[in-house]
């Protein structure tokens, strides 16, 4: 009797979980259904104008878009970058225009906030849409309902629409720069120490600067090396200077640099092998490669598999400068010489070092600031013996004595090459 009741409780048992299994399988294949592009309008040619700003808000639904990309890794979607309230975006659609036919077909939308929003009520966001099978759309438009008049919305470039070779190796993405960056110095001997180890583009998410390094921007510009993405993130939202939420009105963190940095990496997911993701006054300093491709094929070579690789990040206080490379004509230039500051603060008990990254963006599905939320493949920790963070700013360990930090002139390695870029560049720049 007893077994044939554990036989009955078995039964039981297997048949829940089956009915339990289908009851899933059932709901998972409506969802799917649910999110299926659907023909609403067939013959009108495509209207709605062009969106040409690089943050477009949305009417009445605290939404923000950024910019469109196609995305095939797992199946065929558009993948917009964007910005929404965290409680109240709760539907959104996408409403695709395939040519030559006219047909509209309106996806339902996946919305996916961002886990680190850092407690702002607005945060970086995946808005996903199935796109329509035998068409390739190279626009879309996002409203609330899956009705309307597509003529009032705004259209979107879905872009990464067509694979490319790549054309750099190493594009670096900072984001954001505001507060009237007036950094002039050190922010050229950044770019040169960049151009140094390898990189061939930096993209900057520009709110605002000084006159004088709107001049240095221009030059970079010009000569092909950075990318300017206009980001007046304050026209739309209350924008802080700090990364976690204090309850003072602000809307989100930062400048919205989570944000940034997502659209950096699909924007450039196409034509970069490796996407950089540090600030302005970050320098990725290898000890054991000359530059970082050297670095980077021995890193993948030690790590296979592995698409997110994580520096360590270590505090060079510019309040404390060494004599050396103190250079007359520099002095009249704003901003840190950081061949001065060869002096590093020492581990902090308790407290984990911050670290930024190097990745491959092609494998990345959502970023953080010093981790990846989503990536295929592995991340590594990159041992402080092959690469630090050179990171020269306000201390952090104030109170310490000199004696107390660490020598480190890892930076000096490259004083020549260094010096002779940066008088070049102050000297066409008439700075």
């Known amino acids: ?35 299926r592009p659907q023909i609403i309008q067939e013959g009108r040619r495509c209207r709605g104008k062009i969106a040409n700003s690089t943050i477009t808000a949305l009417k009445g639904n605290k939404t923000f878009i950024i910019s469109p990309y196609f995305d095939d890794r797992e199946s065929k979607v558009t993948r917009l970058i964007g910005i929404v309230h965290h409680e109240d975006v709760k539907q959104l659609y996408c409403w695709f225009c395939c040519q030559p036919n006219g047909k ?9 906030v961002h886990s680190d929003r850092f407690g702002f009520p607005y945060g970086a966001a ?6 329509p099978e035998n068409c390739d759309p190279t626009h879309v438009s996002i409203n609330q309902f899956p009705h309307g008049n597509i003529d009032q919305l705004p259209r979107f470039e ?13 594009t670096v993405c900072i984001s ?3 507060g009237n960056y007036n950094n002039v110095l050190q922010f050229i001997q950044s770019m040169e120490m960049y151009k140094i180890l390898g990189v061939q583009k930096v993209v ?3 709110n605002n600067c000084s006159h004088l390094m709107e001049k240095v921007l221009k030059f970079y510009i010009e000569e092909g090396t950075v990318e300017i993405i206009p980001w007046p993130i304050n026209s739309h939202l209350r924008v802080s200077s700090e990364w976690h939420f204090m309850q003072d009105g602000m809307h989100i963190g930062y400048y919205g640099q989570i944000t940034a940095l997502n659209d950096c990496i699909y924007r450039n997911m196409e034509r970069s092998k490796f996407v950089v993701l540090n600030d302005a ?27 997110v690789f994580l520096f360590e990040n270590h505090i060079f206080p510019e309040t404390v400068s060494s004599h050396m490379f103190n250079i007359s004509s520099w002095n009249t230039v704003p901003g840190v010489n950081i061949l001065q500051h060869v002096y590093r603060e020492p581990d902090r008990k308790d407290v984990i070092n911050p670290r930024k990254m190097i990745v491959d963006p092609r494998k990345v599905i959502q970023t953080s600031v010093h981790s990846v939320l989503r990536a295929y493949g592995n991340s590594v920790n990159v041992p402080m013996d092959v690469a630090l963070i050179y990171h020269c700013r306000k201390a952090l360990q104030g109170d310490l004595p000199r004696q107390s930090l660490i020598r480190d ?17 102050l000297s066409q720049t008439m700075l």
């Open 1 to 35: 009797m007893l077994c044939a009741g554990k036989k009955s409780y078995f039964a039981a048992a297997v048949g829940i979980i089956i009915v339990t299994s289908m009851l899933t399988a059932s709901y998972l294949r409506l969802q799917r259904l649910s999110l």
């Open 104 to 112: 509209i077909y309106v996806s339902k939308a996946k919305i996916d």
């Open 126 to 131: 995946d808005i996903v849409c199935l796109e």
């Open 158 to 170: 879905i872009k990464n629409r067509k694979a490319e070779t790549f054309s750099v190796d190493f």
């Open 176 to 178: 954001a720069m505001f």
């Open 204 to 206: 900057i998410y520009k």
């Open 281 to 307: 006054d970050e320098i990725i300093l290898p000890l054991k490669h000359p530059d970082w491709k050297t670095m980077m094929n021995s890193l993948q070579e030690q790590n296979p598999g592995t698409s």
């Open 409 to 425: 002139t890892t930076l000096w390695r490259y004083n020549s090459s260094l010096i002779m870029n940066v008088n070049k560049v």
